[in-house]
């Protein structure tokens, strides 16, 4: 290794010091019993449990902050964080943007993480929608069919389409995940210059399909039209990258 390369053995063992502070940080919250909302205790009472200096604490806990897994109201104090997917939406964007300027390995990976997420929990989904939840979904590609005609893109359309798909199944972290991938695409379709290229047209006609597909209660007619729409998403990537 070259001299402007290495990393000194000393900052190896800083950062493994702070990541063990924050795995004690949350296996304390565990032990506690301690719920989304709930305040931690202070920092003078952690610095004591933990028995780690004030400063050397603050690093880890705002990086704790940082991952979502702790919230500091400044003059409140620090509480357990809600769900947050933040950091996550965060750190998949810049990996998926970097990725495209190598062939968009990363972004093309993330694709086929939300495909096999979604043809694979479809006929799930169709085994417990009901008639107002697949009037919901009619209602999403009706908003999408308008926009179309008018020439008008229909971003949050298509994200509720989805959304109101999968809600049959009542899984929050399945919606949330599906969430992220959204926002990481709809962040790299605009890296790759928006929407001027999208058929809005064949685009509403595509979830049209999916749409009949799942009222027909054709399970493997839907599952291969979803995986039609991710196709197209993948090939746009590909297009874009090589």
Do not use: C
């Not at 500091?72 to 509480?79: A, K, P, S």
């Amino acid at each position: 290794m070259t001299a402007g390369k290495m990393v000194p053995q000393a900052r190896f063992s800083a950062q493994a010091r702070l990541r063990a502070l924050q795995a004690d940080i949350m296996e304390l919250i565990l032990e506690r019993e301690l719920e989304a909302g709930d305040p931690l205790p202070t920092e003078n009472e952690l610095a004591a449990a933990l028995g780690v200096g004030r400063n050397t604490l603050r690093e880890s806990l705002k990086v704790l902050q940082a991952l979502g897994v702790i919230e500091i109201r400044h003059g409140f104090g620090m509480f357990v964080a809600p769900s947050n997917f933040d950091a996550l939406t965060d750190g998949l964007t810049f990996r998926a943007r970097l990725s495209l300027r190598h062939h968009g390995q990363e972004a093309l990976q993330l694709v086929d993480v939300r495909q096999a997420l979604e043809t694979g929990l479809i006929g799930a989904a169709m085994d417990q929608i009901t008639p107002e939840q697949l009037v919901a979904v009619d209602d999403s590609v009706r908003q999408m069919e308008a926009l179309a005609g008018a020439a008008e893109h229909f971003v949050e359309a298509d994200a509720e389409f989805h959304r109101r798909l999968f809600e049959p199944l009542n899984n929050e972290l399945l919606i949330s995940l599906m969430g992220v991938f959204w926002k990481v695409y709809r962040r790299i379709h605009i890296e790759l210059g928006g929407t001027d290229a999208v058929d809005l047209a064949e685009a509403a006609a595509l979830h049209r399909g999916i749409y009949e597909a799942v009222a027909a209660a054709d399970k493997v007619l839907a599952a291969e039209r979803l995986s039609s729409h991710f196709d197209g998403i993948r090939s746009r990537i590909t297009q874009a990258t090589n």
